[in-house]
């Protein structure tokens, strides 16, 4: 079956710029989360969708990330006027519910370059 | 500070034995422990999870302690084999009502053929 896949694979995007990273979670799966992961760290958590609430937001670096979820299936996560510290690895990941002992499945990444 | 520290240098081994690798932590007190593998230019992949009231889970050549006394998790690949290498990372669950993961920053493992 499909597993999590997100859209661009790469995006090298000038500082200033916006830019949106999609997320298609596992079908069925309630729980969405995004991490950011830079070179030679792990991945670090964002925010938490539970269907389309977004429960938890307390990872976001500051108030030019927004992410949302609006029909509890694709997420998208934006950056608006990209600075070069927001150059990492994007993960997307999902889970089948929440509350309980539940793997994370996580998709391939979004590598962002900000010049 | 919260911290969870893994090997920081790459763990380098002969094919055939067994690699061991470290996860610690402080200030948590997570209710389960994950491993999972990542290979370069792709999201980890789940391995094991193991609860706060287990010590040891075993799944084929893979084995994982948890200690919380020691705020310690180690991991086991037995029989290694050079498709084994890959940046392993440990996470804590510190929610568990979102399933929310705390990563470790990972440890590297070379297995030489």
């Known amino acids: 079956g499909a597993g999590v896949s997100q859209s661009p694979r790469y995006k090298v995007a000038k500082r200033g710029q916006d830019v949106a990273l999609r997320c298609d979670p596992i079908s069925g799966h309630v729980s969405l989360f995004w991490y950011q992961q830079a070179l030679g760290q792990g991945p670090e958590f964002l925010t938490y969708?539970?269907?389309?609430?977004?429960?938890?937001k307390s990872g976001l670096p500051s108030d030019r990330f927004f992410a949302e979820r609006p029909e509890g299936s694709v997420s998208t996560l934006k950056i608006q006027r990209t600075q070069q510290e927001d150059s990492a690895v994007y993960l997307c990941a999902s889970s089948l519910v929440q509350g309980v002992y539940n793997e994370q499945f996580f998709g391939p990444g979004t590598r962002l370059t900000v010049l | 500070s919260q911290k969870i520290e893994q090997n920081s240098e790459a763990l380098n081994i002969q094919e055939g034995k067994t690699a061991t690798l470290t996860c610690n932590y402080t200030?948590?007190?997570?209710?389960?422990l994950q491993w999972y593998r990542q290979d370069p230019g792709r999201g980890p992949v789940f391995l094991l999870l193991i609860r706060e009231n287990e010590k040891e889970k075993r799944k084929e050549r893979l084995k994982v302690t948890f200690d919380t006394t020691l705020k310690q998790s180690l991991f086991h690949i037995t029989a290694s084999q050079p498709a084994d290498s890959a940046t392993y990372l440990c996470?804590?669950?510190?929610?568990?009502?979102?399933?929310?993961?705390?990563f470790g920053t990972g440890t590297l493992l070379a297995v030489q053929p």
């Open positions: 969708f539970q269907n389309e609430a977004q429960l938890d």
């Open positions: 200030n948590y007190s997570p209710a389960y």
């Open positions: 996470a804590l669950d510190i929610d568990g009502a979102t399933n929310k993961l705390i």
